[in-house]
């Protein structure tokens, strides 16, 4: 029955903003913007000594005036990429909270929400789309441990929706992504291709575009990459923050506009010590591949740079714990997975996919067995794929 | 020279974002919303005993896990309504800082900046007018004593600009505002009239609007007025902030899209006494309400529901401290006003305007010579307006 209703309202939820995933990259260049890396710049000079930030960091940490607190916060908003606005909602929450857990924070003391409504949206279709957008949010925040208390919701030509996350937090409670050394290893919380399964999705009603990859996969396998991408775009990163406290994690990031190259340079501007990181292995939701590869590599997905959504975690971690963490994270059933991607190494603090990598084809949950069949050299133990 | 520079890109500016002031109205009628007055809500049943808010609160106040500390937060957004890109941030971001000031709050912690270019500028009119802007923001901040450090930019139909301030304070640095009592006093620290302010500038231009209120008011008035709404709403309310504590203010609110008597009433419903707010006087920006009256009331300026943006604070006082709270906010020269406008009484939660308030005609600063020959009469000293 709520799929029902879902389906109905969100022909029109969908065309109510006619953006794609692209719109999330951040439009930094040439302004004199905000100095930050993804969201976040340099705190004032005159702020009590504490951590230090600097371009690259996923949220800003604040040194407050109370015994050796600090303010961590992060905002993001956007435009819907899928049509269920629930689901919409749910990723909205979980790309803002994502930011936190990067920084290996698994609690949010408040959360706002931003929202805008959209002006062409007749009265009915905003009666039905906008409480399943903030419910979907409010689920995700509870999820989170946390809840919205307040935000600003305007008129608009496009929908949009997104939030601010705030936590106030002890030293021991975050990890600043700067101690990455040689010989850790890269592992991601989630596959890449969300932003090309959007999109392939939009094209099963679009006879030129779908011509291009009907050849390489079928509808259904385009439909069940883009339930994947929604299931994985609304999970939570928080069980892998938790984890990295555990198993010591050096550094993280998550995966967002920029892709995963994108990211992982920014991660590695960060660093103290002189290391460079080396993605060998890129887990990309089954078939998304393909069809970048039968569109000329569309949105560079290979090449690493294809925006995410609401991606997962990229974390340096020592090398004899990546392999329990893997399992932790998959253990924990949170519906996340986890990949070691790539080592760290001596260098100049930037980051490259190696000439050839090994496409880890992640099958869409609940299809695990079918796919893995076709797939089984592709899908390799934790602990063995850079073997 | 930075007028010239000012003046040749504002055209381009307004024009990329056709809205007025009444877009700033909230938006949460008829939605299952984030359930807030203005910006804040009630915080989730399971947070630690603290501080309680109610609807009608300006920020966010959460109880933190430490030490009796409480985050206290609000966002804000919106489009421009002035042409001028810099004034225009200064006036985005003292709006946001002014649900912090509502509380008593001097300090912030941190300021995010939210941020959308148009889509429809010129590669050349963004590169102008963004970083004007986004100084305003910055310049405006650094005068709350607090910096930029974060934020997130996004491309959109129009133009957005606004901010996220965050502080993380002791139970002494601010005042719930709650605790009005019979026999205080309403003050009022900006005049009203901004929204007729921008309108009336825009009717310049348009000659049929211009018809209408071409007999009771010049050109030169109406740019006058203009400007003073601009300098108005780009005022801190930081001075009156840190004088609610000196002053021992009961309960404060700040002035914006609900108008004096749509945040009066909201104001009034969070009182833990049974008071009710009665409100004599309008301080009005002068000549607005002749505006206001030739054309049929317009906004409904005089019935006290006329938006107004980065409005001042609405406070109520102990009587015998009002006349010196509204000396010490002019005295220290930080460009707001106050004025005493009404009474605190015995009732049930409402507020209201008398039938013929005194109109309070404010001059234009600069002007205040000339304006005060004309309005002697209506410009009362803060100690004698009710009488």
Redesign the interface.
């Known amino acids: 029955m709520q799929n029902q209703l879902v389906q109905s309202v969100t022909h029109r939820f969908y065309h109510a903003e006619p953006t794609g995933p692209e719109?999330?990259l951040?439009?930094?260049v040439?302004?004199?913007?905000?100095d930050?890396g993804a969201?976040?710049?340099?705190?004032?000079p005159n702020t009590p000594a504490g951590p230090r930030l600097g371009i690259g960091m996923d949220?800003?940490v604040?040194p407050?005036?109370?015994?050796g607190?600090s303010?961590v916060?992060?905002?993001?908003?956007?435009?819907p990429l899928v049509e269920d606005p629930y689901m919409m909602g749910r990723i909205a929450c979980a790309n803002v909270l994502s930011d936190l857990y990067a920084m290996g924070i698994t609690e949010c003391?408040?959360m706002?929400?931003?929202?805008s409504?959209s002006q062409k949206m007749s009265?009915k279709d905003?009666?039905r789309v906008?409480?399943l957008m903030?419910?979907g949010f409010r689920d995700a925040a509870e999820e989170g441990g946390?809840?919205?208390?307040?935000?600003?919701?305007?008129?608009?030509?496009?929908i949009?929706i997104?939030g601010?996350a705030?936590v106030?937090c002890?030293p021991n409670e975050f990890i600043m992504p700067d101690s990455a050394v040689p010989g850790d290893v890269l592992v991601l919380t989630k596959p890449l291709g969300t932003q090309v399964a959007v999109n392939a999705h939009q094209w099963i009603d679009l006879p030129d575009k779908w011509n291009k990859i009907k050849l390489v996969v079928s509808k259904e396998e385009v439909e069940q990459a883009y339930q994947e991408a929604m299931f994985s775009m609304a999970t939570l990163n928080r069980t892998a923050a938790g984890l990295m406290h555990r198993f010591q994690a050096h550094a993280a990031t998550d995966v967002t506009g920029f892709g995963l190259l994108g990211h992982a340079r920014n991660l590695a501007t960060t660093q103290r010590a002189e290391v460079a990181f080396v993605i060998h292995n890129l887990p990309i939701i089954a078939k998304m591949a393909a069809i970048s590869k039968a569109c000329g590599n569309l949105f560079n997905l290979l090449g690493g740079t294809s925006s995410e959504t609401s991606g997962g975690l990229l974390v340096c971690l020592p090398r004899e714990q990546a392999a329990r963490f893997c399992a932790e994270v998959k253990g924990q059933g949170s519906g996340g997975g986890a990949w070691i991607i790539g080592i760290v190494e001596k260098g100049e603090r930037g980051a490259r996919i190696i000439d050839k990598p090994r496409i880890i084809e992640v099958p869409p949950r609940g299809t695990v067995a079918a796919s893995q069949d076709n797939s089984s050299s592709a899908s390799p133990a934790p602990n063995d794929t850079l073997s």
């Open positions: 719109t999330l951040k439009l930094l040439g302004l004199e913007a905000v930050q969201e976040c710049g340099q705190p004032s949220s800003c604040i407050l005036r109370h015994g607190l303010l916060q992060t905002t993001d908003f956007f435009y003391d408040n706002l929400m931003l929202l409504v009265d905003r009666e906008m409480p903030i419910r946390t809840s919205v208390t307040g935000g600003q919701t305007v008129v608009n030509p496009w949009i997104g601010v705030s106030v002890q």
